[in-house]
């Protein structure tokens, strides 16, 4: 099995590398590759376990992609965010079963409302991936990245709920609303719990692969320990990653440009496996399900009304709830800015002025999120986590049926919305000129708080420096920044440069770092703005080692 996931694992890479050079979308060529080949004779049955899939596919791609979001970013659309990636699970998990009811024959109220947990959660993997190609705006990407981080939890924890009842067994907590209370409290406690220790145990470290080991340890343990306590180890593995993103700023440069290299490929190497490993279940699914007396033409056809369903569900509440928030927003907006003079004078902490609400999506923007509802590798594992008989010895009613539903409906949402969505996107020529200029606002302030940071050090130096080369050094730097030079000159690439130059990069980073936890500088822009600072320092730290 190992070595067949290997070779799934290089076909895959080398498929994506091919995509890549033709401009077409990696992950669904690997898919429909995928399937072609699963028709291929005597090509061996890839099957892993729910286990392996949600406990050691799922933890690291969540944690890589929760550690590189920006979490101002999340907490300002966290309304968007919850409203997609949690009460609209339940929604389309309670309609998708109503469906189901009447599509599918034989499918009890029970075993339907487990179908429409499994196809609850939308896998925005491939979403995002082509949406940062074509250039979609970023609240756009920040709301489907934020849906993706939280929905698997939402529709984990009500499948497993709907899995109790459909079997005759107990739930941890038998009240979903309760459980789901209870399995998000506790699974972010137990990640931020995870995130805090690790990051106390990297503080100690001083080489860069141990750090990186710790990192990869993080994932797994937020989402068993999670586990083991009934609570959601989505959720735990989401925390710990937003935990060590944001520590991560503060670590050592060699130790970042490590990780995220590490995290790269990992992500690359999870991503390429689970699409593949997708397409290559056709025939086998088609083959299990006839064997137990479905007629595929029959399944085929309630998929593709199933599939409908999933689409309309998510644009009436995306367009249904686009309109009560525009509502709200226009609302707050009418309120009157209150002066600093309205103020209490005893006790004033906030600035005069409300945070300025954000603004709702656009109506081409809601399109886009609307039509981004592809499900993944997620939707698979929990049918194929179905259990085969009930407590009462019985065969689990319809399950057969389920897993072919949900991977049907999976391919269905890949082939037709995912190869739509460039096309998409660029008919509706999205305006992404407040996004620009947020950008470019925050880089403008990012460079503005390095010069800033570079004066302030370079003043400190030369109030404690009495060598008088240095001093000469230190202010012919200042001349120059003062001039807004940015060349370099040979005649100072000394070893007394050198150490200047780590001086400032250090004050710009404590600077920035400052800037993002006031709130001021978004962690998109730090993490962008550290990535060039590491490489800089990790030149002159080259340069060091080469001198001596």
């Known amino acids: ?68 979001f920006s979490f101002s970013s999340f907490a300002q ?36 409302i487990v179908l429409g947990a499994v196809l609850a959660p939308p896998d925005a993997v491939a979403a995002i991936s082509i949406g940062r190609k074509a250039g979609l705006p ?22 497993t709920v709907a899995l109790a009842t459909a079997t005759g067994t107990h739930a941890f907590i038998g009240n979903t609303p309760l459980y789901f209370v209870y399995a998000a409290i506790v699974g972010i406690v137990v990640g931020v719990i995870i995130g805090q220790l690790a990051q106390l145990a990297r503080g100690k470290l001083t080489n860069p692969s141990l750090s990186t080991a ?42 970042r440009i490590q990780e995220r290299n590490f995290w790269r490929t990992i992500d690359t190497l999870l ?13 086998f699914v088609i083959l299990d399900a006839d064997a137990a007396g479905y007629n595929i033409w029959a399944l085929l056809l309630a998929s593709a009304i199933i599939f409908l369903a999933t689409v309309l569900i998510r644009f009436a509440w995306v367009f249904g709830t686009a309109v009560l928030g525009r509502w709200r927003y226009s609302r707050i907006s009418r309120k009157p800015q209150r002066s600093a003079a309205d103020l209490p004078k005893v006790g004033r902490r906030h600035h005069p002025d409300r945070p300025v609400p954000q603004r709702p999506l656009s109506w081409k923007e809601n399109l886009v999120v609307a039509w981004t509802g592809m499900r993944g590798v997620v939707t698979l594992a929990a049918a194929a986590g179905i259990p085969t008989m009930t407590v009462a010895g019985t065969a689990f009613p319809g399950r057969n049926a389920i897993l072919a539903i949900a991977f049907f409906v999976t391919i269905a949402t890949l082939v037709i919305q995912g190869l739509s969505l460039p096309w998409l996107i660029r008919a509706l020529k999205l305006d992404d000129t407040a996004d620009r200029q947020f950008a470019a606002d925050q880089q403008a302030l990012a460079q503005r708080l390095s010069d800033e940071a570079d004066k302030e050090a370079l003043q400190a130096s030369l109030a404690t420096e009495s060598d008088p080369a240095k001093r000469k050094l230190i202010e012919y730097v200042a001349k120059r920044l003062h001039r807004q030079e940015t060349h370099n000159d040979a005649g100072f690439n000394s070893d007394a440069s050198i ?50």
Do not use: C
């Open 77 to 112: 659309r966290f309304g968007s965010i919850v409203n997609l990636g949690v009460f609209m699970v339940f929604v389309a998990a309670t309609a998708v079963g109503i469906v189901a009811t009447i599509v599918v024959p034989g499918l009890g109220p029970v075993s339907a």
């Open 271 to 283: 991503e390429t496996f689970v699409f593949a490993y997708i397409g290559l279940q056709l025939r």
């Open 1 to 68: 099995m190992f070595a067949h996931i290997l070779v799934v694992i290089i076909v895959a890479i080398a498929i994506t590398a091919l995509a890549e050079r033709r401009n077409v979308q990696p992950a669904l060529l690997v898919a429909m590759v995928g399937l072609g080949a699963s028709f291929i004779p005597g090509i061996p049955r890839l099957e892993l376990a729910p286990e392996i899939i949600l406990g050691v596919f799922l933890p690291p791609m969540l944690f890589s992609a929760a550690s590189d």
């Open 138 to 159: 970023i609240a756009v990407m920040t709301v489907l990245k934020g849906e993706s981080l939280i929905n698997d939890a939402a529709a984990l924890t009500f499948f």
């Open 214 to 255: 710790v990192s990869v340890i993080v994932p797994f343990a937020a989402y068993l320990l999670a586990e083991e306590l009934h609570a959601s180890g989505v959720l735990a593995v989401v925390a710990a990653g937003f935990a060590l993103g944001h520590h991560a700023a503060r670590a050592g440069f060699a130790e």
């Open 499 to 548: 150490s200047l130059g780590s001086i400032l990069l250090e004050a710009r980073r404590a600077k920035l770092i400052a800037a993002r936890d006031a709130r001021q500088l978004d962690d998109t822009v730090l993490r962008d703005t550290l990535e060039r600072m590491d490489i800089e320092q990790a030149f002159m730290h080259g340069m060091t080692k080469a001198r001596n």
